[in-house]
């Protein structure tokens, strides 16, 4: 049974980061429509419905199940089990055409890697899994399995930033012809004879980050959730993004102050800026020293926020 919003006080599924900062951000309006596209621990979401009369609606997703089931029941809230980067067509399944606000935070939730059955994280041994939603069908161990050494070096650079993407990409098929790469101890066992040891949180991180991302199709389904926002915000309708790695960063920044995902500025004969947005965050909100104190895991996000005109 789904639990009543004020009863949601137990064990955090997740901590949300840069929470006031991001209710601040989307200037609520108490009977708007607003969508909390990443839902997970639902922090942000109720921190939202606190700020909603009964003319008010709250659109939560997610694509993990385990987050679904610890949603509220609220009139004012609906729950959507589904990637965001199909927001529109279930806001149109709800009869929406139109919201005031749009939330993502982009965070892995820390039920993602304190499971370890979930094979988020490389502290704990489990299985290469990564799934953000368990019904697809591509794991991480299906990914290092089946992709060729160049398709493993390409994810390792362009989704981890790894400069010696090549010789992980080659080290991890030459291991895998010679016994099954099944779980993150075995992963680990594989790339740790070439992981920097002055480097070596960062670079598995890197690695396992890398994984996540091309197995969740992140970075496409945030493309696809950017550009949606240009036709769902009214105008005046903020856009709010909690991000974690400089790719996301970038992308976010880069769609915010041009509208576009490319961040080709377009201008007018005048030279007037054409973007649909008003670029609210010129630098990216940040945490505080007190934040980062209480919530260590908060320390690379960033909030940008931007206003459809």
Do not use: C, W
């Amino acid at each position: 049974m789904k639990k009543p919003l004020a009863a949601m006080t137990d064990t955090p599924y997740h901590i949300p980061a840069l929470l006031p900062e991001a209710i601040d951000a989307l200037n609520i309006n108490p009977s708007g429509i607003y969508v909390d596209a990443t839902y997970g621990g639902g922090g942000h979401s109720r921190a939202i419905m606190e700020q909603l009369s009964l003319q008010g609606h709250l659109y939560s997703f997610d694509q993990d199940i385990d987050a679904i089931e610890r949603a509220p029941e609220d009139e004012r809230f609906t729950i959507v089990h589904g990637n965001f980067r199909f927001v529109k067509n279930f806001l149109r399944f709800y009869g929406v055409e139109k919201i005031d606000g749009l939330l993502g935070d982009l965070g892995v939730s820390f039920h993602h890697f304190d499971d370890s059955q979930r094979g988020f994280s490389f502290r704990a041994d489990g299985p290469l899994d990564m799934r953000m939603n368990r019904s697809a069908r591509l794991t991480a161990a299906d990914l290092i399995a089946n992709s060729s050494e160049q398709q493993l070096a390409d994810i390792f650079y362009l989704y981890g930033e790894l400069k010696n993407a090549r010789r992980f990409a080659s080290t991890i098929v030459k291991a895998r012809s010679q016994a099954p790469i099944m779980t993150t101890e075995q992963f680990l066992s594989v790339v740790n004879p070439l992981i920097n040891p002055k480097q070596q949180k960062k670079e598995l991180a890197q690695l396992f980050q890398a994984l996540r991302i091309e197995v969740n199709g992140e970075i496409n389904a945030l493309e696809q959730l950017l550009q949606t926002t240009l036709s769902l915000l009214k105008p005046g309708g903020r856009l709010a993004i909690i991000t974690y790695h400089s790719l996301e960063d970038r992308l976010v920044k880069n769609f915010m102050r041009t509208g576009n995902l490319r961040g080709e500025d377009s201008r007018d004969f005048y030279g007037r800026n054409l973007s649909p947005f008003k670029l609210l965050t010129p630098k990216p909100i940040v945490p505080s020293e007190a934040e980062i104190e209480a919530n260590p895991r908060s320390r690379s996000a960033k909030l940008r926020v931007a206003e459809l005109l």
